[in-house]
């Protein structure tokens, strides 16, 4: 489409995180969702690479045949598995689905920032796979042969068939819904549950100084993501601010659903995981942490509570949680930036 001439400056009054296209996407000014700049200037902050972590020592533990079990084998495995192709959903959900509909210049600026990330996670997930020699056609595929998988992913993908239609259009309440809830289910249930589960696995392997490398990778993808579901919450958020119309009690309702389905697909997935426990784990403690954390993921965006229950691996919000994970990486984040002034 050709740019018409318009000698009229833009109104920022008319910006709005979706159905604001009057008010011009592509100039970053005037500002008016100052959260999505403040995030992308964050992002940008938090910059790393996978191949800056040496494995070294993960591929001697991997290649020592007793340092393992054959049940923590497995569970790295599938964890991996899950990993693996679940940022490449993300991304696919930002650059094919949702992007195209945000129209706020500074979301979409974090959002190219995000999915670029994405493809940083995904990098890091081959970079172990490649490390340790795993089998990458088994890894992989696994989200096409491992139903607990194939589960989740199915449930984030049903979301996207009517946004991935080119004819999607915003701008009608059943369709300003539909997008909402796609970014609901990813902020909230992809990026807040599904993921935080899997970050709890592997930070217990850890825990026991088992595949350090890998957690250390782990824990940036990590931060990345608890920015990622930030950012979503605020976007969610926006939307009800500048559209208070979408968030009917029956949406409310959808969503809270959405969640516990969530919670549901979660918890099988952890007994795939670790069917017989793992470092002290069973799958009814990791049920609990499911939930307790699908609690706060509703609480954030002000929908009710549906558990009530308490946190039952108070280690894990440690090294989740997180204000102390900002401090967790500072040392480390600081050191890639003067890394980083000096070889560029
Ligand atoms: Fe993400």
């Known amino acids: 489409m ?10 920022i009054n008319k910006r709005k995180m979706i159905n604001g296209g009057e008010a011009d996407v592509m100039q970053l000014y005037p500002m008016k969702h100052t959260f999505a700049w403040d995030a992308y200037i964050a992002a940008n902050a938090n910059h790393w690479l996978p191949t800056e972590i040496s494995m070294q020592r993960d591929i001697e533990q991997w290649k020592n045949p007793t340092f393992l079990t054959p049940d923590e084998r497995s569970a790295f495995e599938t964890v991996l598995g899950f990993f693996s192709t679940a940022d490449s959903l993300a991304a696919n959900n930002i650059v094919m689905a949702t992007y195209k509909h945000i129209t706020s210049p500074e979301a979409r600026m974090y959002l190219l920032r995000q999915s670029y990330e994405e493809a940083i996670h995904t990098h890091a997930y081959q970079y172990i796979v490649e490390s340790l020699g795993l089998d990458q056609g088994k890894i992989f595929n696994m989200y096409r042969e491992v139903s607990a998988i194939y589960n989740k992913d199915n449930m984030m993908l049903s979301l996207n068939e009517g946004i991935f239609d080119p004819n999607f259009k915003t701008g009608t309440l059943e369709n300003d819904q539909k997008l909402l809830e796609n970014i609901c289910m990813f902020s909230l249930v992809l990026e807040g549950i599904f993921f935080y589960s899997s970050f709890a696995v ?10 350090t490398a890998s957690a250390e990778q782990i824990q940036y993808i990590m931060r990345d993501e608890s920015n990622h579901f930030n950012f979503g919450v605020k976007v969610i958020e926006t939307i009800k601010e500048e559209q208070p119309e979408l968030w009917t009690p029956e949406f409310q309702q959808r969503i809270i659903d959405m969640v516990k389905k969530g919670v549901e697909l979660e918890y099988t997935f952890a007994v795939t995981v670790f ?3 793992i470092f002290g784990i069973n799958a009814e403690g990791f049920k609990q942490y499911v939930e307790h954390i699908a609690d706060r993921r509703l609480r954030s965006v002000g929908l009710p509570e549906q558990y009530g229950v308490e946190n039952p691996f108070p280690w894990m919000s440690e090294a989740i949680d997180l204000d102390k994970e900002k401090n967790f990486f500072e040392t480390r984040v600081t050191e890639y930036k003067v ?6």
Do not use: A, T
């Open 202 to 211: 592997i930070l217990s392997f850890q825990r026991q100084n088992k595949m």
């Open 339 to 344: 890394g980083g002034q000096l070889e560029w």
């Open 275 to 277: 069917p017989k426990g």
């Open 2 to 11: 050709p740019i018409v001439e318009n000698h009229n400056k833009v109104d």
